[in-house]
């Protein structure tokens, strides 16, 4: 389900209503209601013995509710639009919710959390056709990306930035390379996987400022099984040992956190730059279903 299109389309929608309501409708229902109070006016002023003192009060009650007022079918839509236009604008160009439905970011992003993302860090796009308009800013290695998955842009991903354009990426025997560079990583104690009772090894990785923790299966094979047949695949050398790329221009290499249960880069290729969202910064909530909230899993993270 396309979220932004629907929104689109009921901003759009509600839209059409409120300004046909201002600068038409609006207008003639403001016409007539003068018209009927100066015909009302008149009337009194020729006969004021007639009319009691309370019955211009009443009738003006009278046509606000009857001229006044606008029909249910105009405003019902016109009353939605300006709060809709507002959080269309929000999600569009300044943050967008999104939850995280499987555990390849575990152990940085658990399933369950509801995260926060930043739309105009790497520059503002057009909502629905994601054009970019305006260059803020371009991904950085280490940082936390949503984008549409570039085998099916109709899903939003969320990976780790490992690549950037011209990079030189070797994952071997379960090691990140950047440029010829080892990342550098130390141990980080077992992780423990609540849904399946199983302990993961864990590993702190530090990649241009950002230092966050990664999982390692030690019986998971290392090298790449199924890889895709995708864009630049020449680019990419598989073995044994796992995979070496190099990013072409325009896109970005994205590994997932739990490195032995992450569908990613490794596999289906690279991420276009015109597939990016945004930034992902922080958890606002966790809901894993019935009233578990966790509400330490609130925050920002790396």
């Not at 980080?188 to 241009?208: I, K, N």
């Not at 864009?231 to 032995?260: K, L, Q, S």
Request: charged residues 20%.
């Amino acid at each position: 389900m396309n979220f932004a299109l629907i929104l689109f389309c009921l901003t759009a929608g509600t839209g059409v209503f409120w300004f046909a309501d201002v600068l038409v409708f609006r207008k003639r229902r403001e016409a007539a209601f003068a018209a009927e109070v100066a015909a009302l006016d008149a009337r009194i002023a020729l006969r004021p013995q007639d009319y009691g003192g309370e019955y211009r009060e009443r009738e003006i009650g009278r046509l606000e509710k009857e001229v006044r007022t606008a029909p249910s079918w105009l405003e019902f839509p016109a009353s939605f639009f300006p709060v809709i236009a507002v959080v269309f604008a929000l999600r569009s160009f300044v943050v967008e919710p999104f939850k995280i439905p499987s555990g390849s970011m575990i152990p940085t992003l658990l399933i369950g959390d509801f995260i926060l993302v930043n739309k105009y860090t790497y520059g503002v796009r057009l909502p629905v056709i994601n054009t970019k308009i305006i260059d803020v800013g371009a991904p950085k290695r280490g940082d936390v990306m949503v984008f549409r998955y570039p085998v099916d842009p109709s899903f939003d991903y969320i990976k780790r930035v490992i690549g950037i354009p011209g990079d030189r990426i070797a994952y071997q025997n379960k090691r990140l390379t950047v440029n010829g560079v080892p990342v550098p990583t130390q141990a980080a104690g077992d992780f423990l996987h609540r849904d399946r009772a199983a302990y993961s090894r864990q590993l702190r990785e530090t990649l241009d400022g950002h230092s966050y923790r990664t999982l390692n299966d030690e019986d998971a094979p290392a090298f790449i099984m199924s890889a895709a047949s995708f864009p630049h695949r020449e680019n990419c050398i598989y073995n044994n040992a796992g995979v070496i790329c190099t990013v072409p221009p325009g896109h970005y290499f994205m590994i997932g956190d739990n490195r032995d249960n992450s569908l990613d880069s490794r596999f289906w290729g690279f991420v276009p730059e015109a597939n990016i969202v945004g930034r992902a910064f922080g958890i606002w909530m966790n809901w894993s279903g019935g009233l578990n909230f966790d509400l330490s899993r609130i925050g920002g993270f790396e």
